[in-house]
């Protein structure tokens, strides 16, 4: 009988009416806010449907793409109630139909979804916040411990996905865990001690007044384990993965950005450090070219095909990234943005890498993965064959003790040569061993092996490289001078 508007409007007057006289008050947390997904949407739905008894509720289930768990949800137009505090609150799940849109930017979906919290207005101040935040953190620990976590990548290029992330998701089902790599058992432990320390050092972090970060650098070899190094960790703290493509990123506002997209407890990512961003101002502007230096230069020229001069061009690919630009994303204010990270660099050239980058308090721990030595083989063939020291031959045993450093064989190497023969086990120690001979003759012959000239071993070689490039930073008396020219890019590229 009545027009709509006005069935409305009445229906409407008779809701404020209400509410003022209500003791309670209502919150709308709705599935899509603007275009924007609401994370406490999810964050609700998942803590509901763990920690709230649910009997007596109907329930529906559902399971995400690719994951293992499943979570119990709300049913339609449902409600519960949850205890918080001594105060009690009731949640609703509400649906309602979408009405059907002409044009949309994107596609909503067909049903509208929300949750409505109601609360007694006298526990309003009392609860809310803490308890929406509360609400927050559980969801996060829930969501580890299912095992979902989350590998995000960069590599749209700086374009927005439909709920404007500029991160994208898969989940992260790594098999790699610290009692699979292989690498020394006691390197390995003071590399979990260390995270474990970080991981529960709110306190210390807070008591300190340092920034609850971590910087790891990997560097090494191709296939010595470096990404399997990055899943173990992600999947002992159970952290998620930000892969931070920085070639795709084309200025240090679009790197602050992604930055600040980036949730607490998750592990930052950047992959061949060396090769992904180019520091070639900083080379051309350097006096002080070192050996080293002119090396890179040649290689990023070589690299660059043409040989064009582009080397010092900035901007030339449109990539103006610099380097106190990503100093300032790791350990400037705008690192600190969020809390419990850890930042990891890889590399396998660690002499390329800008000294700026391996100064001290930069990364705090530098980690050397090696070519396979005799602990790692060890566990590999645990790993690979199920094979323990006393199920081996102890002569054949030593004989790969003695030739194993000397091949300079990757763990990648050593595993792919297990897995041919992993059929037959006998086989496969033979022809490992057969292996590992015949590379160790090879590099002997060749006086390929970098400790071979003098007494070094492998690893102090390596770590000599490392402190020479310290070394020859603290000798760049150019240094602020470059630092002053790098910000003056900086402002240049804000004004383009
Ligand atoms: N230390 C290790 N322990 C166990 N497996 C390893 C180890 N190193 C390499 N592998 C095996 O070799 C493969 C390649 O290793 P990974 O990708 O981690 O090497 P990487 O150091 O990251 O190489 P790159 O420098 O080319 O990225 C892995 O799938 C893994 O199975
Ligand atoms: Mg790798």
């Known amino acids: 009988i009545f027009p709509p508007e006005l069935r409305f409007a009445f229906l409407k007057f008779f809701n404020r009416i209400f509410h003022v006289f209500s003791s309670y008050c209502y919150f709308d947390i709705t599935e899509i806010d603007g275009v924007n997904t609401n994370e406490l949407y999810n964050a609700v739905q998942l803590y ?54 002409t044009f949309a930017w994107r596609p909503l979906p067909e049903e509208k979804r929300g949750f409505t919290l109601r609360i007694k207005k006298k526990d309003k ?26 590998l995000y990548t960069n590599s749209r290029g700086g374009s927005l996905d439909s709920r404007g992330h500029p991160w994208e998701s898969v989940p992260f089902k790594h098999p790699s865990t610290f009692e699979t790599l292989a690498m020394d058992p006691r390197k390995k432990q003071q590399i979990m001690d260390d995270l474990k ?42 952290y998620d993965i930000y892969d931070l493509e920085l070639t795709e990123v084309h200025s240090n506002s679009e790197l602050r950005k992604l930055l ?20 070639t101002n900083r080379k051309k502007n350097s006096s002080n070219v070192s050996s080293q230096r002119s090396y890179y230069d040649a290689e990023t020229r070589n690299g660059s095909g043409s040989g064009s001069g582009g080397s010092g061009e900035e ?67 645990k790993n690979y064959l199920g094979y323990g020291v006393e199920d081996i031959n102890g002569d054949v045993l030593k004989e790969m003790e003695m030739v194993v450093e000397k091949a300079e064989m990757t763990p990648a190497d050593v595993s792919e040569a297990l897995i041919k023969n992993r059929r037959d086990k006998e086989k496969a120690i033979r022809e490992l061993l057969e292996d590992l001979k015949s590379r160790g003759e090879r590099n002997v ?21 490392e402190k020479r490039a310290i070394d020859s930073q603290n000798e760049d008396e150019d240094h602020d001078e470059e630092e002053i020219e790098l910000e003056d890019n900086i402002c240049k590229t804000r004004e383009d």
């Open 125 to 150: 101040t009392l609860i809310l916040n803490t308890y929406l935040d509360y609400i927050m953190e559980r969801a996060n620990e829930i969501r580890r411990k299912n095992q979902d976590r989350l």
């Open 197 to 238: 320390d970080f991981a529960e050092g709110q306190v210390f972090y807070q008591k300190t007044g340092r920034a609850w970060k971590r910087g790891y650098l990997l560097y090494g070899p191709p296939g010595t384990g470096k990404s399997s190094m990055i899943a173990a960790m992600a999947n002992y703290l159970g």
């Open 315 to 381: 901007g030339g690919n449109g990539n103006t990234i610099t380097l106190s630009g990503l100093l300032n994303f790791t350990d400037g204010l705008w690192s600190c943005c969020g809390s419990e990270r850890i930042f990891v660099f890889t590399t396998n050239h660690i002499e390329k890498l800008d000294p700026a980058l391996l100064r001290s308090g930069r990364m705090d721990m530098h980690i050397y993965m090696s070519f396979c030595n005799f602990p790692s083989l060890k566990i590999l063939l």
């Open 445 to 465: 012959k060749d006086g390929k092996l970098r400790g071979g000239s003098g007494n070094l071993t492998e690893l102090e070689v390596v770590e000599e490289q």
């Open 48 to 101: 509901l449907s763990s920690s709230v008894s649910i009997a007596g509720n109907r329930l529906s289930l559902t399971r995400a793409v690719n994951s293992s768990s499943i979570t119990f949800g709300l049913s339609n137009n449902d409600s519960i109630v949850d205890t918080f505090n001594g105060v009690t609150v009731l949640w609703e799940h509400v649906v309602t139909q979408r009405q059907t849109q």
């Open 260 to 279: 600040m997209k980036t949730s607490s407890k998750s592990i930052i990512v950047i992959e061949d450090i060396d090769c992904s961003i180019n520091l």
